[in-house]
């Protein structure tokens, strides 16, 4: 077998570019209406625009009394309660020289432009509703909110391309929809045919072996990115196996994913057999971790369709960091999304990086009560420890000292994972 050509290094930037290029000429073209109360996690595939002013009229913040703050140029002011306006009722237009008993939610008056709450007033005997001692001049406008203030009529609240957060969701129905647009799920397919080393867990380690946890962790994220997951678990290790798992897999997926068996020279039918059904890109990443990222197609039997094929490292940091950093933005820009790539923050860092190395690092780390970021004592790309304590990566440019104090940029797991 020829001794197999050692493909350029790669920024990630670069990879990056490349495989949007490819994956936002793939968005999904099928799009679906879904109850707003059944719209959780899903990818908005046209915007929502509200029909009404939220909230629709003037109302109170507070449970107290509703007046004309002019009426009250002195604290201690006596006012007759012409009226009593609980949540749900619309009230008269207020009379000169009186207040209105009014509850939180209910909508102010006309005439009226200040509620002074309860706490602030005191209720006096009087013939119908009695009156009130106002004990505070109010200033005008005070604890009413404005027909308005959160949402006018005709904006658009939720653009195409958001995955709607539980936020999201109430948002769409405080403007009154009631179905939204989506896009489909993306399919992905998960395919582990790599490694005779891996055992699933419950079954018995054997010497030499190692439980396969890359099969938990990318269909989680899987899972967590929004998509239909197939697993296609162990595949034989031969090359028309593969082939045909390949095939089987294209059919009804958008993506195919793998991981392990992507290495220089590694002996390893996944590869050839991408290659055989499609096309294969295959890549050494300037990162760290990750190396290796194959990424390219499987023809579809319809013959001028494919699906996408990713190929990850095996180790399962590196895995976990190459999906979040790779496959995550092709999800998001095959689904539409404006952002495909993640925000970062700045952060202080409470620990020193004396030998950076020369490719892009994304180290484990972790916010402390200081404010600060600390790194996992072990970077390596092995301890999936480090992935499961750390709240983010510190995305160190290549062969960058960082010194205790330095501001570092912070990928939050939070914002790259489910995303
Ligand atoms: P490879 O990319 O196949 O050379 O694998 C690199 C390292 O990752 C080796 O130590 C493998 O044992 C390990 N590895 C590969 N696949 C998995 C997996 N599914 N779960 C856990 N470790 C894996
Ligand atoms: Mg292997």
């Known amino acids: 077998m020829a001794e197999p050509q050692r493909p350029a290094l790669l920024s990630l930037d670069e990879v990056l570019a490349r495989l949007l290029a490819v994956a936002r000429e793939r968005v999904i073209a099928e799009t679906e209406k879904v109850d707003t109360f059944d719209g959780l996690g899903r990818v908005l595939a046209r915007g929502v625009v509200s029909a009404l002013d939220v909230p629709p009229a003037d109302n109170t913040s507070m449970d107290g009394y509703v007046m004309r703050a002019a ?20 009230g008269q237009p207020l009379r000169a020289g009186t207040a209105a008993r009014i509850f939180t939610g209910a909508q102010v008056p006309p005439g009226a432009d200040a509620v ?33 203030e959160d949402v006018l009529h005709g904006a658009e609240v939720l653009a195409a391309g958001t995955r709607l957060t539980p936020q999201g969701l109430g948002l769409a129905a405080s403007v009154g929809a009631s179905r939204l647009t989506v896009r489909r799920h993306p399919r992905a397919a998960a395919l582990f045919s790599t490694g005779d080393e891996l055992v699933m867990p419950g079954e018995s ?4 072996a ?14 967590a990115a929004g998509c239909e997951v197939a697993d296609l678990g162990i595949v034989p290790d031969r090359l028309d196996a593969t082939r045909d798992a390949l095939r089987r897999a294209a059919a009804g997926n958008d993506l195919i ?10 002996e390893d039918h996944i590869k050839p057999a991408v290659k055989a059904e499609g096309w294969l890109e295959a890549w050494q990443v300037a990162m760290k971790p990750g190396k290796p990222l ?24 590196s895995s976990f960091v190459t999906f979040l950093l790779a496959v995550a ?18 952060a ?10 020369k490719r892009r690092e994304f180290l484990r780390a972790r916010f402390n009560a200081q404010g600060g970021v600390e790194l996992f004592p072990n970077q390596s790309s092995g301890v999936l420890t480090s992935a499961v304590w750390a709240d983010g990566l510190v995305d160190n440019p290549s062969g960058q000292v960082v010194q205790r104090g330095d501001a570092v940029r912070v990928l939050l797991l939070s914002t790259l994972i489910g995303a």
């Open 329 to 346: 933005p092709v999800l998001r820009a095959i689904q539409g999304c404006a952002d495909a790539l993640p925000p970062a923050v700045q």
């Open 348 to 357: 202080r860092a409470d620990f020193d990086w004396p030998k950076p190395d």
């Open 210 to 223: 190692i439980y396969n946890s890359n099969r938990f962790t990318l269909r989680g994220l899987l899972l």
């Open 257 to 266: 994913l793998t991981s392990g068996g992507v290495s220089v020279g590694e």
């Open 71 to 90: 009426d009250v140029p002195a604290a201690g002011t006596v006012l007759p309660v012409s009226q009593r306006i609980p949540a749900g009722v619309v």
């Open 294 to 317: 194959a990424f390219g197609a499987v023809r579809r039997d319809d013959g001028d369709s494919e699906a996408l094929f990713m190929g990850l490292p095996g180790n399962p940091v």
């Open 205 to 208: 380690l054997k010497p030499g």
């Open 116 to 148: 002074v709450m309860q706490e602030q007033c005191e209720a006096l005997p009087g013939e119908g509703l009695g009156q009130v001692c106002v004990g505070a001049v109010p200033a005008a406008g005070q604890w009413v909110r404005r027909r308005g």
